[in-house]
């Protein structure tokens, strides 16, 4: 399950140096319509690219489904790629998500690289070999386990990126730094997000990948401790699939930044994760990500989408702890009534 993971200023030379290592009949690079536009264009100077066939699929989240991924099948198929051939992911979460299942089951799979475009696929995303589409309303409900072969990180073509693109990101990595230790985190929070040096944020990344790729090098099918990368997501991803149903989608990093808040404060009730701590990483949330609104009308709605999570293997919801910054109790639970007192306490550290 290991992968190699690739910090580069030079992205092309990057490139060719990586495909150099393989034999392969047919290259094929997988964008979105934004990709496309923006980031294919950064490897005009690769060798290996030129020759490679484009495969383009819509962007954003809501096209991470079975008929994108048919199509992606049906051009693969259709362009004659064999069990030989080759794919680059180059994308966001989106792309590298369904790329590398695309990837995984074609001719029962084919070898991939990841090219995360977006802050938040390098971090989270294109690193750990979790692969998949959205299903029957659900994030991720159809995947596989299938790690790229290199994942090749650049802070280049993160200059293309929008505020709230990199802020989506920012929040995994808040989510790293909680898990592993106060001086990752504290670095975090010190942060200026309101003009981001890429060059610096790029010493940053490589410390949170490495936090991400320490624990899947542990823990790859996710059986123990890479359960702690799921902090966060139980809430974040009730949120994210309730703005998808309300025509008003957030942001997969939002989401996450909202629902880490929710399960500190969970954390708070189970493990005495402390309060002060929470209440700083609340305002740092609320200036930079806003709320996300919701009230105690919504709240058997998102349980009811918590139910439906992965992680779950009884009747309650199954969530990832923390006692303290770095001190991680997985497989805990909470019911009903206690994620309602944590939505309770949310809005009222939100002002709703």
Known sequence: MSQAILFTRHVNKTVDEALSQYNYDKLFVLTDTNTRQYALPLLGDSKAIKDATVITIEADDTHKNIDTLCAVWLELSTRHATRKSFLINLGGGMVTDLGGFAASTFKRGIRYINIPTTLLGAID???????????NGLKNEIGAFNPALAVIISTRFFATLSRENLLSGYAEMLKHGLISNPAIYNKLLDGDLSTPDLDQMLQLIKESVNV????????????????????????????????????KPVAHGYAVAWGLICELLISHFQVQFPIDTIRQLA??????????????DDYDHLYELMTHDKKNDSEAVNFTLLADIGDVKINQTANRSEIGIAFDLYRELFHM
């Open 212 to 247: 991400k790729e320490e624990i899947v090098k542990n823990d790859p099918f996710e059986k123990n401790i890479r359960k702690s990368l799921n902090l966060g997501h139980t809430v974040g991803h009730a949120f994210e699939s309730l703005s998808h149903e309300r025509k």
């Open 283 to 296: 305002r740092f949330v609320y200036e930079n990500y806003g709320a996300f609104p919701i009230t105690c």
């Open 125 to 135: 995303a294109a690193v750990g070999g979790k692969t998949g589409i959205n299903f």
